[in-house]
């Protein structure tokens, strides 16, 4: 029930994030930001409207495909993320920007290649996400670089979004899930306890794990940028991968091992082009204020 799984992951979230507030609050002395009703419909529902259908999609995906395809297909989302980045002007077209995104995209093709298993309909919600995703994580960094909305802080970003990430999610479950969960014999009409408590001890960890996961992704896109965090996130899907080799039996041949030096390669490549234009920038700046 991925679906379902989700929901119970956005609550946790929010819980989470509500007593870190709360925390925060209590230690400064300062309060949190609220934002009123009409800019949080305005400019936040547009960011949580994308992200649940990412996030939905994605954890649907699961049901009909292995790791490798979801990884394969997932890493397109460099390239809608870099297009929606240009779109808005976040990022200033640059030959070397490109040649980075098709590195990294290729080469985790090639670290993917003839290690899935094809379905139609597990590559297009994948492929649906990656689209998505793009809009997602432009539609965040916006949000989150407006001083004047004051969310430069994950959490206050986190709270806000997953309100109404549930209520986008929870009619799509209700329509494929709803039913099959309350008759479960593992959920809803549990017969064993310890199915119970397999359960929900696993949601727990789960919600644990997204709630670390989403505020390492907010907080360096409201540093860097939403480009910046899918290239780091690349680490992220190359861990993916090696982990479904090890345990869940997932073959790699000499083109995917040459796919993720080409992969790693382009990481490389932008990590060294970001430091030498920032040191740039840096000289730049102390040259006109001693100027």
Same mark, same amino acid.
């Given at each position: ?7 119970? %992951?956005?609550? *946790? ?24 009703? !009409? ?21 649907? /995906? ?5 790791? /490798? ?6 890493? $397109?989302?460099?390239?809608? =993320? ?6 808005? !002007? @976040?990022?200033?077209?640059?030959? #070397?920007? =490109? ?11 090639? &670290? ?17 996400? /990656?689209? =998505? ?5 432009? @539609? ?14 994950? =959490? ?25 969960? $309350?008759?479960?014999? !593992? ?7 310890? %199915? ?14 997204? &709630?670390? @996961?989403?505020?390492?992704? #907010?907080?360096?896109? +409201?540093?860097?940028? /939403?480009?910046?965090?899918? *290239? ?20 790699? +041949? ?10 790693? +390669?382009?990481?490389?490549? %932008? ?11 840096? %000289? +730049?700046?102390?040259?006109? !204020?001693?100027?």
């Amino acid at each position: 029930f991925p679906l379902f799984m989700t929901l119970v %992951h956005l609550v *946790i979230i929010f819980s989470f994030s509500t007593l870190t507030r709360f925390a925060m609050q209590c230690w400064t002395g300062k309060p949190r930001v609220t934002l009123p009703w !009409k800019v949080y419909l305005s400019k936040v529902a547009p960011t949580a409207l994308a992200t649940t259908l990412d996030i939905g999609l994605s954890n649907w /995906s699961f049901l009909f495909i292995t790791i /490798s395809l979801y990884t394969m297909t997932k890493s $397109s989302a460099v390239l809608f =993320i870099l297009f929606f980045s240009l779109v808005f !002007k @976040l990022e200033e077209p640059n030959p #070397f920007l =490109i040649l980075v995104v098709l590195l990294i995209a290729s080469g985790l093709f090639m &670290f993917t290649l003839k290690s899935t298993q094809f379905n139609l309909e597990g590559f297009i919600m994948v492929l649906l996400a /990656s689209f =998505i995703g793009g809009i997602r994580w432009t @539609l965040t960094q916006v949000l989150m670089q407006k001083a004047e909305l004051g969310l430069q802080n994950p =959490i206050d970003t986190m709270y806000h979004l997953q309100p109404l990430m549930f209520l986008g999610l929870f009619p799509l479950f209700l329509l494929n899930e709803g039913l099959s969960v $309350s008759t479960t014999e !593992k959920l809803f009409r549990v017969s064993e306890l310890s %199915h119970l408590l397999y359960s929900l001890v696993t949601l727990s960890v789960g919600g644990m794990l997204a &709630f670390g @996961l989403g505020f390492s992704e #907010f907080l360096l896109v +409201s540093r860097t940028s /939403s480009l910046m965090l899918s *290239i780091a996130g690349i680490f992220k899907e190359v861990c993916t991968l090696l982990l479904a080799v090890e345990f869940m039996g997932d073959k790699m +041949s000499t083109v995917n091992w040459l796919g993720f030096a080409v992969c790693l +390669s382009g990481i490389s490549l %932008h990590v060294g082009l970001k430091t030498y234009y920032n040191k740039g920038k840096t %000289h +730049s700046d102390y040259a006109c !204020k001693y100027l």
